[in-house]
């Protein structure tokens, strides 16, 4: 069993700056990719940011350049720092991490965008 656990979350006021940290515990044989997703009140959960274990990452393009996407492969973890938010932004933030053995997701963090 692998656990997921995100963090960081709260309010800030637009144009601020955030850091979320995700960290997965328990039986990890190996993280392929440590994901974040996001999903808005009534609104589908859409992909944000992906970093493999490698260190190649790729984005969503409406946080290209507001958003950095990196990880501790010592320690197993994932952030995601997060400038420049906006109100638009306002999302529970999921952290998917892939490994050989499945997906594990976990319980969200909110992150609130204040104007």
């Known amino acids: 069993q692998v656990q997921v656990v995100e963090s960081g979350g709260g309010l800030v006021q637009a144009g601020g700056s955030l850091k979320l940290s995700c960290a997965a515990s328990?039986?990890?044989?190996?993280?392929?990719?440590m994901v974040w997703y996001r999903q808005a009140s009534g609104k589908e959960r859409e992909w944000v940011a992906t970093?493999?274990?490698?260190?190649?990452?790729s984005y969503a393009d409406f946080v290209k350049g507001r958003f950095t996407i990196s990880r501790d492969n010592t320690k197993n973890l994932a952030y995601l720092e997060m400038s420049r938010l906006k109100p638009e932004d306002t999302a529970v933030y999921y952290c998917?991490?892939?490994?050989?053995?499945?997906?594990?997701w976990g319980q969200g963090t909110q992150v609130t965008v204040s104007t």
């Open positions: 998917k991490m892939g490994g050989r053995s499945g997906d594990y």
């Open positions: 328990g039986s990890i044989v190996r993280l392929d990719s």
């Open positions: 970093i493999y274990s490698i260190g190649t990452t």
